[in-house]
């Protein structure tokens, strides 16, 4: 697939991917690149009247002001809350790339780059052969790792990076989310280790109900380097 942009990647469930997806394309966009968040694969959709689901992480890209069609911004929905390659199976499909990579070019004809949000983190199966980090290497695009600054993420993070460059994947760069004011000398250290790996771009800070408060500014130190791998 020949397209400009990013896959924005976890090293874990929950660790804030759809928030830094929201933030990069606010900054993105008022900086004037024609940009569009989409999430290929999304489980744990809610159902809805007259057979409509709701997707979650696509509701949170139309609260950051992104106009397209909610419908165009996922190749495929899933209620159970699961793993892809399980959530299709318990619907009793698969879940295959031309599909998505078809609703890539539709978006594509419109935008000039795209911010591709992974599920989960790379080692994720989409279906029995491939998983998160082959839809990448497929897409082209080079990995956005959003990780966690607290006990635990110097393993995730460095087993993420690692697995990403045997997959052959070029990395962008590290952002931290729900990086406290103050920072301990634990989250001090884990930042400036995993800095030796990786460009480390920024950190969104600890907000209570960030989600309520998408239109913040996004804090990345280095931002004008994600900008020049854009061009």
Same mark, same amino acid.
């Given at each position: 697939?020949?397209?400009?942009?990013?896959?924005?990647?976890?090293?874990?469930?929950?660790?804030?991917?759809?928030?830094?997806?929201?933030?990069?394309?606010?900054?993105?966009?008022?900086?004037?690149?024609?940009?569009?968040?989409?999430?290929?694969?999304?489980?744990?959709?809610?159902?809805?009247?007259?057979?409509?689901?709701?997707?979650?992480?696509?509701?949170?890209?139309?609260?950051?002001?992104?106009?397209?069609?909610?419908?165009?911004?996922?190749?495929?929905?899933?209620?159970?809350?699961? +793993?892809?390659?399980?959530?299709?199976?318990?619907?009793?499909?698969?879940?295959?790339?031309?599909?998505?990579?078809?609703?890539?070019?539709?978006?594509?004809?419109?935008?000039? +780059?795209?911010?591709?949000?992974?599920?989960?983190?790379? +080692?994720?199966?989409?279906?029995?052969?491939?998983?998160?980090?082959?839809?990448? /290497?497929?897409?082209?695009?080079?990995?956005?790792?959003?990780?966690?600054?607290?006990?635990?993420?110097?393993?995730?993070?460095?087993?993420?990076?690692?697995?990403? /460059?045997? /997959?052959?994947?070029?990395?962008?760069?590290?952002?931290?989310?729900?990086?406290?004011?103050?920072?301990?000398?634990?989250?001090?250290?884990?930042?400036?280790?995993?800095?030796?790996?990786?460009?480390?771009?920024? +950190?969104?800070?600890?907000?209570?109900?960030?989600?309520?408060?998408?239109?913040?500014?996004?804090?990345?130190?280095?931002?004008?380097?994600?900008?020049?791998?854009?061009?």
């Amino acid at each position: 697939m020949n397209a400009n942009g990013f896959f924005v990647t976890g090293t874990d469930t929950e660790v804030g991917k759809t928030i830094v997806t929201c933030l990069l394309y606010q900054l993105l966009h008022e900086r004037g690149f024609n940009v569009v968040p989409f999430k290929p694969i999304q489980t744990g959709t809610i159902s809805q009247d007259e057979g409509h689901s709701l997707a979650p992480d696509v509701e949170m890209y139309k609260k950051s002001g992104v106009r397209e069609a909610s419908s165009n911004l996922s190749a495929y929905l899933f209620e159970p809350p699961c +793993s892809p390659h399980l959530a299709s199976r318990l619907v009793g499909t698969t879940i295959d790339f031309p599909v998505i990579f078809e609703t890539m070019r539709n978006l594509s004809r419109n935008y000039n +780059s795209i911010l591709m949000e992974g599920a989960g983190g790379l +080692s994720v199966p989409i279906n029995e052969q491939k998983d998160m980090a082959d839809l990448a /290497k497929e897409a082209g695009f080079p990995l956005l790792i959003v990780a966690r600054p607290n006990l635990g993420t110097i393993n995730h993070t460095l087993q993420t990076i690692y697995y990403a /460059k045997s /997959k052959g994947l070029r990395i962008a760069g590290v952002i931290f989310s729900n990086v406290p004011a103050e920072k301990t000398f634990i989250e001090e250290e884990n930042i400036r280790y995993i800095q030796q790996f990786a460009p480390v771009l920024g +950190s969104i800070p600890k907000v209570r109900e960030i989600e309520e408060k998408i239109g913040s500014a996004i804090y990345l130190q280095h931002w004008p380097l994600l900008l020049k791998q854009k061009n």
